[in-house]
């Protein structure tokens, strides 16, 4: 069975850093084809694709809002993909959800309509990001 656990979330004011962390059991880190990323949905608002990182090759990518600003990194060692966020915006709350699945097309969507119900085939129970103006 595979499980993501994250961890990281909080409150911070705009301008301001955090680091989001992603513990991932029964998934396979050292496949080719082993993915994992971040999407987040604010309330009221659609569940959006962050950035994704090739676990074997290192290869990322980044939506456009938060390209500079947030870096996706993993730990091959620990099974652990983390996303660390810097510059935060107003406009970056939301619940942040890890997700993982065996090739790129189930990271596809870059906009769902709700987090875990479509997409990559395993997600994280989210975390929370506030940042305050």
């Known amino acids: 069975e595979v499980q993501l656990v994250e961890s990281g979330g909080g409150s911070v004011e705009a301008g301001g850093s955090l680091r989001l962390s992603c513990t991932a059991s029964?998934?396979?880190?050292?496949?080719?084809?082993?993915?994992m990323g971040w999407y987040r949905q604010a309330p009221g608002k659609s569940c959006d694709l962050v950035s994704t990182?090739?676990?074997?090759?290192?290869?990322?990518t980044y939506s456009d809002p938060v390209k500079g600003r947030f870096t996706i990194s993993e730990d091959y060692a620990k099974n652990t993909v983390y996303l660390q966020m810097n510059n935060l915006k107003p406009d970056d709350t939301a619940v942040y959800y890890c997700a993982a699945a065996y090739g790129d097309h189930l990271f596809g969507a870059t906009r769902l309509t709700s987090c875990t119900l479509a997409g990559p085939k395993y997600w994280g129970q989210g975390t929370g990001v506030s940042v305050s103006s």
């Open positions: 990182i090739n676990i074997r090759r290192g290869t990322t």
């Open positions: 029964g998934f396979g880190f050292g496949f080719e084809d082993s993915y």
